[in-house]
Structures are given as C-alpha cells and as structure tokens.
C-alpha cells in the first residue's frame, strides 16, 4: 500500500492519515479482507508517529472501514470500498455546502427533500 499525505493539507495529520487510508480502500488499492501493515510501519513510511496512526486507524474502525482483530491485525472490513468512497464524497458535499454557506442542518433538509 503506497499512501500519501499533501504537504500543503491543513487538517490534522490523523484526519490525513485516515483520508489516505480511506481514499486507498476507495481506489482498490486495499481490497475487503487484506490485512494492513503494522502501525508502526504505516508511521514509518509516512514520516508520523504511531500515535497518529493509530489515531487515524480507530477512526477508521469507528466508521466501518476497518476491523480490528486480535491476533490477526487490523485489516480491510467487507464493504468497505463502497463506504469509505460514500464518506469521502459525503466529507466533499459537507465542505462544500459550508463554503457555499449552508449550515450542515440546511444540507440535511436538502438531503431529505430528494427523498
């Protein structure tokens, strides 16, 4: 896995971290049922600490994208290609009806009036 982070991004790294892990799964560069790397190898490659990482992989785990097992690592949960694609355009519709200058209540009521 070949992950990235932008030099000029300025969220945090773990939300950096956790885009470039969720925009991989997206891609199908990691494919539902792979294994990731150890964190620590994760840091080591992008120039973080395992801290971050691990920050990022817990969000990861909280949105669904990853599963974390004992003994047998963290790796790529069952629909998550489709979902971690869903949460990055759902992220870009979010910041973009905020620099357009709806509130997230006023995206929402749009979103249930396509229903």
């Known amino acids: ?44 490659a992008l120039g973080v600490n395992a801290n971050t990482v691990l920050r990022a992989l817990r969000a990861l785990r909280d949105e669904g994208v990853l599963e974390f097992r004992r003994g047998r690592g963290i790796s790529v949960a069952l629909g998550a290609d489709r979902r971690a694609e869903l949460l990055d355009a759902a992220r870009r519709l979010v910041a973009d009806a905020a620099h357009a200058g709806f509130s997230r209540e006023e995206l929402v009521e749009m979103i249930r009036g396509l229903e």
């Open 1 to 44: 896995m070949l992950l990235k982070l932008e030099a000029g991004d300025s969220r945090p790294l773990h939300e950096q971290v956790a885009g470039a892990i969720r925009r991989a799964v997206g891609e199908g560069e990691c494919v539902p049922g792979e294994r990731l790397p150890p964190a620590r190898d994760l840091a080591r």
